[in-house]
């Protein structure tokens, strides 16, 4: 059983920058590569970045690439979001998850541990 809480976002203007961070409980953080996903008001669920289990592989959003940074520290099991150069369409509900394997690929579906959202509002 692994536990996700979110923490960071809030309100932040357009060009600004803000750092999530997730949270996570148990001793195998490092079993788990780490994605971060966004739900905007009625639009589905949709993938952000995802890191692998050691760090060292990272996938991107074609949206976010060049502006946002994940990056993991297992040592704290906390993985992290920079965003920077944020814009209003990035206004949404963020989630951290945990997918128990290496995939960077897979779906909303493939995780297995969902954190509780936290709200990024980009204002213009």
């Known amino acids: 059983q692994v536990q996700l809480v979110e923490s960071g976002g809030g309100l932040v203007q357009a060009g600004g920058s803000s750092r999530l961070s997730c949270a996570a409980s148990?001793?195998?953080?490092?079993?788990?590569?780490m994605g971060w996903f966004r739900q905007a008001p009625g639009k589905e669920r949709e993938f952000v970045a995802a890191?692998?289990?050691?760090?060292?592989?990272?996938n991107y959003a074609g949206s976010v690439k060049g502006r946002f940074t994940i990056s993991r520290d297992n040592a704290k099991n906390t993985v992290y979001l920079q965003m920077n150069s944020l814009k209003p369409e990035d206004t949404a509900v963020y989630y951290c998850?945990?997918?128990?394997?290496?995939?960077?690929?897979?779906?909303?579906?493939?995780?297995?541990?969902w954190g509780q959202g936290t709200q990024v509002t980009v204002s213009s």
């Open positions: 998850a945990a997918e128990y394997g290496n995939n960077l690929y897979g779906p909303p579906s493939e995780y297995d541990y």
């Open positions: 148990g001793r195998t953080f490092s079993s788990y590569a």
């Open positions: 890191i692998s289990r050691s760090g060292g592989t990272t």
